[in-house]
C-alpha cells in the first residue's frame, strides 16, 4: 500500500535563512508569491521571519489558503552547558508552531563552519565520549517538546553540523530514542554529503517522519569538497539546484517515501541566499510542476 506526499514550500526557497535581512524576500511577499506559485503548506523558517503573534500569522495565512506543517529551528546541545539557550530558541519556535496547529518541529544542529564566512569555528566531528551525551540532551529536548508542546521533534541532518554524511546520521539513530527522534529526510544535505537517500529510506523507514526534497548540482559539490568551500558560500555557487536538473533523482525517492503508507509532508526546500527579487517564483512554480510529474504528492 502506498500513500502521496503531502508536498509543501518554504521560506528558504524564496532565499530566507535569518530572521531579518536586508537582502531577503520580505515575509509578505513571500506569502503572496508562495500561494500563487500553486502550494498550499508551508513551515514556518527562521523564527521572526514571518509574524510571531499567532492570531496574525494564522490571518495572514488563512487569507491566502496556507497551512503551517511545522516550525524550524537550530540546536546547539553538542556544546557545554547549552541547555537554557537551546531551550529558549527552540520552546519559542514551539510555542508558534503549536498555535498554528502544526504538529512537527524540525530541529537542525549548529554548525563547526561559519556559514558565512566558511572560517572553521569547532572541531568537525564528536567524540566518542561526546555522542551519548548529544544523545541523551536531545532525547530530554524531544521529550520536554513533546510533553509541553505537544510536538514531535524531526531531527535534520545537515552539511557542516556533526550529523551531515550518512555514517554520522546512522550513529545518530542509533544513539537517540526512536520513540522520541524521527528524522527530517533531507535529500540535498544527503546527497551533498555523500550519503545514499533510497538506502536511509530502505534501512531506516521507521524513523522517517518528514521529508525537505532539494537536489545538489554535483559538478558544484565536487568543487565544493575537493577545494574545502563552506556551506554558505557553496549555496551562493549554485550547489543546490532547481530540480530536475540535479541529484538525487525524484521519482524513486518520492516512491519509495510513498511506500512507507505514513501521513509524511514533503516540503520544497531549495537553499538560495542571497538571491534577486525575482528568482525565487518562477523556480517554485516550475518546481511544483516537475515534482507532480515525479511521483505521488497531493
Same mark, same amino acid.
Given at each position: 500500500?502506498?500513500?502521496p506526499?503531502?508536498?509543501?514550500?518554504?521560506?528558504?526557497?524564496?532565499?530566507?535563512?535569518?530572521?531579518?535581512?536586508?537582502r531577503?524576500?520580505?515575509?509578505?511577499?513571500?506569502?503572496?508569491?508562495?500561494?500563487?506559485?500553486?502550494?498550499?503548506?508551508?513551515?514556518?523558517?527562521?523564527?521572526g521571519?514571518?509574524?510571531?503573534?499567532?492570531?496574525?500569522?494564522k490571518d495572514?495565512?488563512?487569507?491566502?489558503?496556507?497551512?503551517?506543517?511545522?516550525?524550524?529551528?537550530?540546536?546547539?546541545?553538542h556544546?557545554?552547558?547549552?541547555w537554557?539557550?537551546?531551550?529558549?530558541?527552540?520552546?519559542?519556535? !514551539?510555542?508558534?508552531?503549536? +498555535? %498554528?496547529g502544526?504538529?512537527? =518541529?524540525? @530541529?537542525?544542529?549548529?554548525?563547526?563552519?561559519?556559514? $558565512?564566512?566558511g572560517?572553521?569555528?569547532?572541531?568537525?566531528?564528536?567524540t566518542d565520549?561526546?555522542?551519548p551525551?548529544?544523545?541523551?540532551?536531545?532525547?530530554?529536548?524531544?521529550?520536554?517538546?513533546?510533553?509541553e508542546?505537544?510536538?514531535?521533534?524531526?531531527?535534520?541532518?545537515?552539511?557542516?553540523?556533526?550529523?551531515?554524511?550518512?555514517?554520522?546520521?546512522?550513529?545518530?539513530?542509533?544513539e537517540t530514542?526512536?520513540?522520541?527522534?524521527s528524522?527530517?529526510?533531507?535529500?540535498?544535505?544527503?546527497?551533498?554529503?555523500?550519503?545514499?537517500?533510497?538506502?536511509?529510506?530502505?534501512?531506516?523507514?521507521?524513523?522517517?517522519?518528514?521529508?525537505?526534497?532539494?537536489?545538489?548540482?554535483?559538478?558544484?559539490?565536487?568543487?565544493?569538497?575537493?577545494?574545502?568551500?563552506?556551506?554558505?558560500? !557553496?549555496?551562493?555557487m549554485? +550547489? %543546490?539546484?532547481e530540480?530536475? =536538473?540535479? @541529484?538525487?533523482?525524484?521519482?524513486p525517492?518520492?516512491? $519509495?517515501l510513498?511506500?512507507?503508507?505514513?501521513?509524511?509532508?514533503a516540503?520544497?526546500?531549495?537553499?538560495?541566499?542571497?538571491?534577486?527579487?525575482?528568482?525565487?517564483?518562477?523556480?517554485?512554480?516550475?518546481?511544483?510542476?516537475?515534482?507532480?510529474a515525479?511521483?505521488?504528492?497531493?
Amino acid at each position: 500500500m502506498t500513500r502521496p506526499l503531502k508536498l509543501g514550500s518554504a521560506p528558504d526557497s524564496w532565499g530566507v535563512w535569518y530572521p531579518d535581512d536586508a537582502r531577503q524576500t520580505p515575509w509578505v511577499r513571500f506569502l503572496d508569491e508562495v500561494a500563487q506559485a500553486g502550494y498550499t503548506r508551508i513551515e514556518l523558517g527562521p523564527y521572526g521571519y514571518l509574524p510571531t503573534e499567532p492570531e496574525q500569522l494564522k490571518d495572514e495565512l488563512g487569507r491566502r489558503g496556507l497551512e503551517m506543517t511545522a516550525g524550524t529551528i537550530f540546536e546547539h546541545l553538542h556544546r557545554t552547558d547549552s541547555w537554557d539557550s537551546t531551550w529558549k530558541d527552540v520552546s519559542d519556535a !514551539a510555542r508558534l508552531t503549536a +498555535a %498554528m496547529g502544526a504538529e512537527h =518541529l524540525v @530541529v537542525i544542529p549548529d554548525f563547526w563552519r561559519d556559514p $558565512s564566512t566558511g572560517e572553521i569555528i569547532e572541531d568537525a566531528q564528536l567524540t566518542d565520549g561526546e555522542w551519548p551525551v548529544y544523545a541523551r540532551r536531545m532525547n530530554r529536548l524531544a521529550k520536554a517538546i513533546r510533553d509541553e508542546f505537544g510536538l514531535r521533534i524531526q531531527f535534520h541532518p545537515h552539511a557542516d553540523s556533526h550529523v551531515d554524511t550518512q555514517v554520522n546520521v546512522e550513529r545518530f539513530l542509533a544513539e537517540t530514542d526512536p520513540a522520541l527522534v524521527s528524522l527530517c529526510l533531507d535529500t540535498g544535505h544527503i546527497a551533498y554529503c555523500g550519503g545514499d537517500n533510497l538506502d536511509l529510506i530502505r534501512r531506516h523507514r521507521e524513523r522517517i517522519g518528514y521529508v525537505h526534497l532539494k537536489q545538489v548540482d554535483p559538478a558544484v559539490v565536487d568543487q565544493v569538497h575537493r577545494d574545502g568551500i563552506g556551506f554558505g558560500q !557553496a549555496v551562493a555557487m549554485g +550547489a %543546490m539546484c532547481e530540480p530536475p =536538473l540535479g @541529484v538525487p533523482e525524484m521519482g524513486p525517492i518520492l516512491a $519509495s517515501l510513498a511506500e512507507l503508507d505514513q501521513d509524511m509532508f514533503a516540503i520544497v526546500e531549495q537553499d538560495m541566499y542571497p538571491c534577486v527579487a525575482d528568482q525565487p517564483l518562477p523556480i517554485a512554480t516550475r518546481t511544483l510542476t516537475t515534482l507532480h510529474a515525479c511521483g505521488p504528492l497531493r
